[in-house]
Structures are given as structure tokens and as C-alpha cells.
């Protein structure tokens, strides 16, 4: 089973988010997310167990337990497939952003740079 581990301290590594979920059983793997640009850990992992119940054992017993100093969220995590989209991902909520209000009121933007400039001034 695969485990949603949320709000991690930011310096935590996948050996101490492993080492906190073996009590419970096998874990098979054990990763903190981390921003592919900065680097930084995003403060959120998952552990994947072996045994359903053992994982289901370890959610309840760390979700809301804390762990250095922060109050960990766990739970099951969902395949991407079975997420529900967000509000701002859902295709009936999207517009072009021709559509909106405000671009179709403001007036183009004059021409700058040099080629504006002679624009105004020869017409």
C-alpha cells in the first residue's frame, strides 16, 4: 500500500521517514518530494509497505502523532487517476483568457521602442 505522509519538516530525509514508518512492518520504499529547482523538500513523502494492514496500523497510529516538531498528516494515498482535479484544473471552470471581462475592456497597449516613437511622431 502506498502512504501520503503531509506536512514533514523540511529537514527530514527518506531514511527518517523510513525509519519511522518500520515499527509498523516492511517498508518497501520511503521518499520525501523534493522542488526539482530549489532543491528544497516540499514537506510532503510517501512510504510504500508491504502488508495492507500493517500500512493501515501505521496510518492510524502516526496521523496527528508528531514527528520533530510537527503534527504529521497520513493517510492512503490515491493513484493520480482516482484524484479529484481541483477547481482551477476542472475543464468546465476554464476560460481563454480572451474571454475575460478585463482584456476584452482595456485598449491595446501603444507601440514602444524606438519604431513607436517615429510612429507618433510621422504618423
Known amino acids: 500500500m502506498n502512504i ?3 506536512n514533514l519538516p523540511y529537514s527530514v530525509r527518506d531514511e527518517e521517514l523510513r525509519a519511522a514508518f518500520e515499527p509498523f512492518g516492511q ?3 520511503a521518499e520525501v518530494i523534493f522542488d526539482k529547482r530549489t532543491r528544497r523538500s516540499r ?3 510517501f512510504v510504500e509497505m508491504a502488508d ?3 500500512a493501515r496500523r501505521a496510518i492510524e497510529s502516526l496521523n496527528g502523532q508528531e514527528f ?3 503534527e504529521l498528516r497520513v493517510d492512503a494515498s490515491q493513484p493520480r487517476s482516482e484524484k479529484p482535479m481541483g477547481a482551477e484544473r476542472s475543464e468546465g471552470n476554464r476560460q481563454p483568457r480572451s474571454a475575460s471581462p478585463r ?3 482595456k485598449a491595446p ?3 514602444g521602442g524606438i519604431k513607436g516613437f517615429f ?3 510621422f504618423g
Open 68 to 70: 520533530h516538531g510537527r
Open 52 to 54: 495492507d494492514g500493517q
Open 4 to 6: 501520503y505522509v503531509g
Open 43 to 45: 514537506g510532503y513523502g
Open 27 to 29: 517498508v518497501l520504499s
Open 103 to 105: 482584456a476584452s475592456a
Open 109 to 111: 497597449a501603444p507601440a
Open 119 to 121: 510612429k507618433k511622431i
